[in-house]
């Protein structure tokens, strides 16, 4: 399968911003969507998990207050919104679908970088 990220940029902090993650050669329909990302110099992070059911799982509740997530299916997509921006929120955001046939977000729990297809990423800059 393939995953591709698109969205991002230069955004004003306060704003929003919405990102999508187009799934090709999968079952989107079958497939569990993570969302992470990188800030500068820090590691990649989990954000959120969009199981196939649609059950959203947020890393925190600060990402569950500002992260939306919602599936098009006729796009084979998954669409974040994130609001009310913060500088801390800059880093490259990735999309990750499992390879794994309808995993729930709890059973990718531990699951390392080769039980995804993962995206190139897309940048998201806040500026004050």
């Known amino acids: 399968g393939q995953v591709k990220e698109s969205g991002g940029g230069f955004v004003t902090a306060g704003g929003q911003v919405t990102l999508s993650c187009t799934v090709s050669?999968?079952?989107?329909?079958?497939?569990?969507i993570t969302w992470f990302r990188q800030a500068p110099g820090k590691e990649r992070e989990q954000v959120l998990c969009?199981?196939?059911?649609?059950?959203?799982?947020y890393a925190s509740e600060s990402i569950e207050d500002r992260f939306r997530v919602s599936r098009k299916a006729a796009e084979n997509s998954l669409e974040l919104k994130v609001a009310a921006l913060v500088p801390k929120d800059t880093g490259t955001y990735y999309c990750?679908?499992?390879?794994?046939?309808?995993?729930?977000?709890?059973?990718?729990?531990?699951?390392?970088?080769?039980?995804?297809?993962w995206g190139q990423g897309t940048q998201v800059i806040v500026f004050v």
């Open positions: 990750a679908a499992a390879r794994r046939h309808r995993p729930t977000c709890t059973q990718l729990e531990g699951a390392g970088p080769s039980d995804y297809a």
């Open positions: 050669g999968l079952s989107f329909e079958d497939t569990t």
């Open positions: 969009n199981s196939w059911t649609g059950y959203t799982k």
